[in-house]
Nanobody
Framework: QVQLVESGGGLVQAGGSLRLSCVAS????????MGWHRQAPGKQRELVAV???????NYADSVKGRFTISRDTAKNTVYLQMNSLKPEDTAVYYC????????????WGQGTQVTVSS
């Protein structure tokens, strides 16, 4: 198992920046992949960005060039740097850890609210 705690959300004006943090209760180097997802009111949860244990990253088209996912293995922390924020980025952002090899299990954080005003 792994517990995840997100922080860093808040209210920001369009064009501004925020950095989200996700602290894991175990070494993230042992976790197959960690990612950020978001869910806006009335919409399905969607993948924003993911980083694998090997350091490979992938992004949703809507955030490419604006968001950057990174990690600090010494701190067991994954970050999401969000620049050039838009009102449509407003959502609850969740951290997810995918653990396992043959059998994969997903663990979620409690979420952090990001609100971008126009």
């Amino acid at each position: 198992q792994v517990q995840l705690v997100e922080s860093g959300g808040g209210l920001v004006q369009a064009g501004g920046s925020l950095r989200l943090s996700c602290v894991a209760s175990r070494a993230i180097s042992s976790i197959a992949a960690m990612g950020w997802h978001r869910q806006a009111p009335g919409k399905q949860r969607e993948l924003v960005a993911v980083i694998t244990s090997g350091g490979n990253t992938n992004y949703a088209d809507s955030v490419k060039g604006r968001f950057t996912i990174s990690r600090d293995t010494a701190k067991n922390t994954v970050y999401l740097q969000m620049n050039s924020l838009k009102p449509e980025d407003t959502a609850v952002y969740y951290c997810k850890a995918r653990v396992g090899v043959a059998i994969l299990n997903d663990y979620w954080g409690q979420g952090t609210q990001v609100t971008v005003s126009s």
